[in-house]
Nanobody, 122 residues
Framework: QVQLVESGGGSVQAGGSLRLSCTAS????????MGWYRQAPGNQREMVAG???????NYADSVKGRFTISRDNAKNTVYLQMNSLKPEDTAIYTC????????????????WGQGTQVTVSA
């Protein structure tokens, strides 16, 4: 019903920048929130950044001041601008969307993208 497609991953040197994009497609009433998670080998998946439909944001402490999440609700797209990248940022980054389902009471359905690899070399 809903698909999330990420783009923008790649390999950069420490101190470089990348911009990730995620677009949701398919039939949906509205998106409550979108965000980015990441998982490195041997680690649990962690929340990197999230943004609600009305623009509230939150970030993991490890990326505050370096990463910026933004959205385009008309395009159902979320972006993650990653600056001053560090080797420890290396991970698979996965887009998440919480989609409002028009039931009573309404509920949130979770959708996940395929993930995109970010590699930061020293």
């Amino acid at each position: 019903q809903v698909q999330l497609v990420e783009s923008g991953g790649g390999s950069v040197q420490a101190g470089g920048s990348l911009r990730l994009s995620c677009t949701a497609s398919g039939r949906m009433s509205s998106i409550h929130a979108m965000g980015w998670y990441r998982q490195a080998p041997g680690n649990q998946r962690e929340m990197v950044a999230g943004i609600t439909s009305d623009g509230n944001t939150n970030y993991a402490d490890s990326v505050k001041g370096r990463f910026t999440i933004s959205r385009d609700n008309a395009k159902n797209t979320v972006y993650l601008q990653m600056n001053s990248l560090k080797p420890e940022d290396t991970a698979i980054y996965t887009c998440h969307a919480g989609v409002v389902v028009a039931t009573f009471p309404p509920r949130i359905a979770d959708y996940w993208g395929q993930g995109t690899q970010v590699t930061v070399s020293a």
